[in-house]
């Protein structure tokens, strides 16, 4: 793998499928300037922005860090890496790491309007107590494996999450487990139910007002399979469908594959939505528990577009 100046890149501690992507505090420092340029509302109302950020952390890399990212990213025997600053310091706050992961976004696509919030971007908090109507914020449950935009009519290609605080907190790591090293998966991405249409709706708080049909496996233009599911959103038309994702949650969750790994704060964990699912442990009870983070999902620019 190419040198790069300025970032170590190496592979993570619990799986070669994974790439660790560190910056060091000679390119932190240096985008501190182009960051400052913009505040949150100019990333939010003017999307020519997030692209002008996102320039300035290739060009610091002499480009190459784009070309890494989107070779990752694609790559079917990888398809995920961790970025963030080698070191977290007082100049790294919760607007820095919103800007970072907007940049790093903007070198791999372009993002999903996220309904919940109505930007492109989401940021919520976990804590001890929730009124909510989605596992997302559930602190002491555990959110099952599971990919994004599956209630969506928007492509979602890939997505991020970036943990921007966390006080208080034990448990609550994240799960990941790759379709190629899933035990179950010839049997049921093979399973002619799981290639017939579902119906997916979503909760109030998500703010989509349709459903969506769409099949639980497809298969890529190589015939490799590729998953879009989770647990809380399929509406079964008929007994075949709902015993056909019973048996697929439980395949899932009992996969002695899944990586369990926690994520460092002010670090984003970016994945190919085709082929890695994710999930999150509980955590421990703790009246004081606050995590916040952020995400961003969305499409892969075309070579028309790029």
């Known amino acids: 793998m190419e040198k790069i100046s300025g970032i170590d890149v190496y592979e993570h501690e619990k799986s070669k499928r994974i790439l660790n992507i560190r910056l ?5 420092e240096k985008l501190i300037f182009p960051f400052n340029k913009f505040d949150l509302t100019a990333l ?11 320039k300035s952390l290739d060009d610091l890399t002499e480009n190459k860090l784009s070309k890494l990212m989107n070779f990752i990213i694609t790559d079917r025997s990888t398809g995920c890496f961790i970025i963030g600053p080698r070191n977290i310091s007082k100049k790294i706050n919760d607007e820095f790491l919103i800007k970072l992961s907007t940049a790093v976004v903007h070198l791999i696509g372009i993002p999903n309007h996220d309904s919940m919030t109505g930007k492109y971007y989401a940021r919520f908090h976990v804590k001890h107590e929730d009124a909510s109507d989605s596992y997302l914020r559930k602190a002491y449950r555990n959110m099952d494996l599971h990919t994004d935009g599956t209630y969506v009519k928007e492509v979602t290609d890939w997505l991020l999450m970036t943990k921007l605080e966390e006080k208080n907190v034990e448990g609550g790591e994240s799960a990941m487990l790759h379709l190629d090293d899933w035990e179950h998966c010839n049997d049921l991405s093979n399973d002619p139910v799981g290639k017939q ?11 989509v007002d349709y459903k969506v049909e769409h099949p639980v496996f497809s298969f890529d233009d190589k015939g490799r399979p590729e998953i879009s599911y989770i647990d809380q959103f ?16 439980d395949a899932l969750e009992e996969s002695k594959n899944k990586i369990i790994t926690k994520l ?5 964990i970016v994945a190919n939505n085709y082929f890695w699912l994710h999930g999150r442990k509980p955590f421990k009870q703790n009246i004081e528990l606050s995590r916040e983070l952020l995400r961003i999902r969305g499409k892969f620019q075309s070579e028309m577009e790029q």
Not at 24 to 28: G, R
Not at 44 to 54: D, V
């Open 234 to 249: 399929p509406e079964p038309k008929n007994m075949d469908q709902g015993i056909f994702l019973q048996k697929l949650s």
């Open 24 to 28: 060091n505090e000679e390119i932190i």
């Open 197 to 207: 249409d579902f119906i997916w709706g979503s909760p109030k708080s998500k703010n």
């Open 44 to 54: 939010e109302l003017k999307p020519f922005t997030r692209f002008t950020i996102a």
């Open 264 to 268: 460092p704060v002010g670090s984003s």
